[in-house]
């Protein structure tokens, strides 16, 4: 079965600063991987997904992600963080069926 | 365009009580599905529907039931409430792509359900 590790509960970065939430994920086959965001009170938005080809992909928001397959992993990143990033990040995984099998959650809090 | 519509937003109930969450969207999309979202949990499927007239477990599907009313409308039944279930509930859809394409899931806003 699939799963998604997440590491990082609570992440705090000052405005302005760089940023990186970590994913790690386990899947048999070539995985589809996914990037969510989820603003206190809200539904989830999808920021950026990754199916195949190139391994760096932009999504909203000016962030971006990158698929390393050795590493099993699929970073976030973002080269400066505005406080209205302040959120909860979902990585996903998806596996048969269209299903998804999320992580756990990071929290960014952003001091202004 | 609404997307996906979720009834009603806040919901408190007495344990044993019944209700249904409703889901409704209006993209065209063949799959469905209910999550739950519970702190320091993520967002775990309770059931799915990959098309019209299907349904199918998800990772906690104890204690829910779902209808797959027509391809718009996906409801979630809590038959007899308990504690447990308190939770936030996400209805999602998404359109079947096809080959090798894996499309977006749209989440609605969300049913903040407390049972007491």
């Known amino acids: 079965a699939q799963s998604v590790t997440q590491p990082d509960i609570h992440i705090t970065v000052s405005e302005g600063a760089s940023l990186e939430l970590r994913c790690n994920y386990s899947?048999?086959?070539?995985?589809?991987l996914f990037w969510y965001v989820q603003s206190p009170g809200q539904g989830l938005q999808l920021l950026l997904k990754?199916?195949?080809?190139?391994?760096l992909v932009q999504g909203i928001k000016g962030f971006e992600a990158e698929f390393k397959r050795s590493q099993s992993s699929f970073n976030l990143r973002k080269p400066s963080v505005h406080w209205s990033d302040a959120a909860e990040y979902f990585c996903?995984?998806?596996?048969?069926?269209?299903?998804?099998?999320f992580g756990k959650g990071t929290k960014l809090s952003v001091i202004p | 365009n609404a997307g996906v519509t979720q009834t009603p937003k806040f919901q408190v109930l007495k344990t044993g009580q019944s209700m249904t969450l409703q889901c409704a969207q209006d993209?065209?999309?063949?799959?469905m599905y209910w999550y739950r979202q519970d702190p320091g949990m993520g967002l775990r499927l309770i059931y799915y529907?990959?098309?019209?007239?299907?349904?199918d477990k998800g990772e906690v599907p104890n204690g829910y039931n779902v209808s797959r009313l027509n391809k718009r409308e996906f409801s979630l039944r809590l038959e007899s409430a308990a504690p447990s279930q308190t939770s936030v509930y996400f209805c999602?859809?998404?359109?079947?792509?096809?080959?090798?394409?894996?499309?977006?899931?749209?989440f609605g806003p969300g049913t903040r359900l407390t049972v007491l």
């Open positions: 529907s990959a098309s019209e007239g299907t349904t």
């Open positions: 996903a995984v998806g596996a048969g069926s269209y299903q998804l099998t």
């Open positions: 899947y048999g086959a070539t995985p589809y």
């Open positions: 999602a859809s998404l359109t079947s792509g096809g080959g090798s394409s894996y499309n977006e899931q749209f």
């Open positions: 993209m065209n999309h063949n799959s």
């Open positions: 990754y199916f195949s080809g190139d391994t």
